[in-house]
């Protein structure tokens, strides 16, 4: 029974980006953020995090499981386009393109990001301001992770549209536009927090 | 004086062949002679009469399909300066030359610029792209539609199956099994005719199976190069909100017939 089973993949990958990944790509941004405000309201934070309840089970059912399943099916999905930007430069055909590549380097983005961080927590180190001052100590990882976090960003926000297309939200042409007015406020918006919070650590 | 400079204006064509649907294509070029009001189906017609290429090589004449010549069958439909559209509207006067003719890569190519349009015809099959009025008794008439409605699906009627919009989206090529906008946009016209909505359940449940509507990649190609100016794209979020309703009526069940 491997048949028809596109369609419920392609919604469950759309929801998916939004609910969860993309609300804990926001809350994960705004913790980020408080960096800004200073290394010990950065720390509490990070420690009231570490309060949170079966948090293993929070972990995987809200971040590792839907990011796997929206990893994998998303890689699929970019194989199977074949992009035509040189015949077709139309500005949709732009953010279709740049989708794909924005993902790919998210997906590169957070398996390193999940290395360097997540994984060492587990394996002991202390997850704090230092560890990420420690890291931003290298500016060559400082452009990494501007780039990451942007693609990441620009994907959440440019998915967001097509979330709203997928699921029949936005049906006019001038609907669908006025959403791509608000997925952008949403990119730069985002984009500022995240890249301010990067430069706190520095 | 005019007309000795018009005498010596030319036209260059440079066209892809390929003499077999397995057989790799080559390009050849073909100089003729600028007559007013030409398009492209007058020059290939004119090649036809002397095929012979601008190295004076004597070759075949080339194929193409062509039908009714006034852009509303979607025989003639090839890529022309790297956008798929109709030959017979396409007029040299707008052309940048040389003009370069090439078929339509997302069909599989019979020969030259003649391509096999049936994954559409049996795309239309599969949606069931009519409105069954057959029975073994009269049913009498059906229900009226409404003038402003009737106004809005004509737009939609528009559809020739041309191909250009196959041919434009990213997501429909070799390693896909996407239908493509086209009779997805079908779908819609279908379900909005008072009898036709009598099937729309089954038209939907056929476009959320497997190379279907849920394929569509939003890059919006489709709506931009459509030459009769459908609204692929409007008819596809309208599809998607229908198939959302749609899924939960399959998956939790529905009093709804």
Known sequence: MAKNREFGNRRLHSLLGVIPIGLFLIFHLSVNFMATKGEETFNGAVHLIEYTPVKLLVEWVVIYLP?????????????????????????RNWMFMLQRLTGIITLIFLVWHIWETRVQAAMGAEVDFDMMAEIFSNPFMIVFYIVGIISAIFHFANGLWSFAVSWGLTVSPKSQKIMTYFTLIVFVLLSYIGVSAIFAFV | MVETKSETKTVRFIITRQDTPDSAPYDEEFELAYRPNMNVISALMEIRRNPVTVQGKHTTAIAWDMNCLEEVCGACSMVINGKPRQSCTALIDQLEQPVRLAPMRTFPVVRDLQVDRSRMFDSLKKVKAWIPIDGTYNLGPGPRMPEKKRQWAYELSKCMTCGVCLEACPNVNSNSNFMGPQPLSQVRLFNAHPTGAMNKAERLNTIMSDGGLANCGNSQNCVQSCPKGIPLTTSIAALNRDTAIQQFRNFFGSDEV
């Open chain 1, 67 to 91: 990011i796997i399943f929206h990893a994998v099916y998303g890689i699929y999905i970019a194989f199977t386009a074949k992009n035509n930007l040189g015949r077709f430069s139309f500005f």
